[in-house]
């Protein structure tokens, strides 16, 4: 069967966390969008580890798959790779044909647009991995796929098409200098030499095929959703977004796998017990309107651990936005939650949650479709009685009824209001600090 991991919210919802958890019962992860602006931990006895490309279900000796709607950056990937080495893990990583390559230019290049427009409100505070451009470049029909890093000539032939381009922009539209980014024979030389350890490594593959015979004999697949719902090109914030579908349609867009076949699996959207943002757009649930809730967004950061993953910037903060979580579970259809860093919220004077928005005199259950009109919306909150700090150890030791009752409340709410159970509740980074109700792999009616 399959469970696809999708992100709820913003993003960094704690995604790596539950692929680990129930990575255990898959036989292969495979991610299938995004590329080296994901960030996910994992954290396993103690020891952590942060991925950005290879899937999270490494820790657990598990193949990882890059699918075909995957961006892959060699450099990162291979770095990454020898590092996990290094700290004793023995990734499998094998990557799709189809999947598109992120070049040196995409990635000047998603600097350069942001610098662009560094006096705007049109900054997205981008990762800077080059990701928008690169899926530009695919929808643009100009892209180099990862099948085409193994043929030398037609390897030349993309570049010599496409670098003049990129060249032409930045000397041209942006008035700057092109430099070793936009050199053919630099980028020929190195980008050979990647095909060749793609093929000395096996690890390229036709990655629906490869998943979907797995599936026939009954393997388990796990999809590693990145980014999240309000950051998805088609659902999300437009156009402060990344640029692919982190929601559950793009597990199947993004792999090869029908999506008949993904819709028959568990679809699990991961929430966070509050909200984080990196980089820009609105968050009606913002928690920054007066110096009292300045200071708590503060607690709650410093106490989350609310800097990015591969930025280091710190997370913007606000109350949990059910409108939000709404939409994410229609979008995706969840069949379950997961709720995370319900040990963060512990101990607070207050726990609010923005329930539904006013808009022009009118109350909204979900989202309004422009991001522009989303500003708008002022959030109605509903306040919740707060619970105690405790051993969140214990807590995870002895299961859900251990939970706070004021806790417990607060996850109800959440079931009712997006129609779905909760399988599983986190309550500390660590593997171990997780509460399970449900193992999505052994949900298979
Ligand atoms: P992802 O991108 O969705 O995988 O999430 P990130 O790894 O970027 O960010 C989540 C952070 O919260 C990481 O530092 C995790 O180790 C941590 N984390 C995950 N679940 C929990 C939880 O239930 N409680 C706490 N306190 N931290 C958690
Ligand atoms: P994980 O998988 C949170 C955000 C960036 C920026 C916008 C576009 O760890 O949850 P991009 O570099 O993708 O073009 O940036 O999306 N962003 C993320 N925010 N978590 C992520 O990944 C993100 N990946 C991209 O901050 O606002
Ligand atoms: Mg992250």
């Not at 919802?13 to 299938?32: F, H, M, N, S």
């Not at 990762?127 to 892209?143: A, F, L, M, Q």
């Amino acid at each position: 069967m399959t469970v696809t991991i999708v992100g709820s919210q913003l993003g960094d919802e704690g995604k790596g966390a539950l692929v680990d958890l129930w990575g255990g019962d898959a036989d292969v992860v495979a991610r299938y969008q995004g590329g080296d602006n994901a960030g996910h931990t994992v954290v396993e006895d103690g020891t952590e580890y942060k991925l950005s490309l290879v899937p999270s279900g490494a820790v657990r000796g598990k193949i990882g798959v890059l699918g075909n709607g995957c961006v892959v950056n060699p450099r990162t990937l291979f770095s990454e790779i020898d590092t996990l080495r290094e700290r004793g893990l023995d990734p499998d990583v094998r990557v799709a044909r189809r999947a598109h390559v992120i070049m040196p230019y995409h990635r000047r290049l998603d600097g350069i647009e942001e610098e662009a427009k560094a006096d705007s409100d049109m900054t997205v505070g981008t990762t800077g991995r080059g990701i928008g451009p690169t899926y530009e470049d695919k929808v643009g029909r100009r892209g180099i796929r990862v099948g085409d890093l193994l043929d030398p000539e037609v390897l030349r032939q993309r570049l010599e098409y496409v670098v003049p381009q990129k060249r032409a922009v930045i000397e041209n539209v942006y008035d700057l200098e092109a430099g070793e980014e936009c050199d053919v024979e630099a980028l020929f030389e190195e980008f050979v030499e990647v095909g060749e350890r793609l093929r000395a490594e096996n690890m390229t593959v036709r990655c629906g095929d490869f998943l979907a015979e797995r599936h026939d004999d009954g393997e388990n697949l796990m999809f590693e959703g990145a980014q999240g719902t309000l950051i998805d090109i088609d659902h999300g914030s437009y156009p402060y977004v990344t640029s692919s579908n982190p929601t559950a349609g793009g597990a199947s867009t993004g792999t090869g796998v029908g999506p008949t076949v993904v819709g028959r699996g568990e679809v699990v959207g991961i929430v966070k017990a509050y909200l984080s943002r990196v980089g820009e757009g609105p968050m009606p649930t913002e928690l920054k309107d007066d110096d009292r809730e300045e200071e708590l967004a503060d607690v709650i950061r410093e106490k989350g651990g609310e800097f990015g993953t591969v930025t280091g910037r710190p997370r913007r903060i606000g109350w949990l936005d059910m409108p939000m979580l709404r939409h994410a579970a229609r979008v995706s259809g969840f069949t379950g939650i997961a709720v995370n860093h319900l040990d963060v919220l512990a101990g607070l004077d207050e726990v609010k949650v923005g329930h539904s928005y006013q808009l022009d005199g009118e109350e909204l259950l979900t989202m309004p479709a422009t991001t522009e009109r989303w500003a708008e919306c002022e959030p109605t909150l509903r306040e919740f009685e707060p619970w105690p700090e405790v051993d969140w150890a214990d807590v995870a030791a002895e299961g859900y009824e251990a939970i706070p009752e004021n806790g417990r409340a607060y996850l109800d709410y959440l079931t009712e209001e997006m129609g779905v159970p909760v399988y599983a509740v986190g309550v500390g980074p660590d593997r171990a600090e997780t509460v399970e109700l449900v193992n999505p792999f052994e949900n298979d009616g």
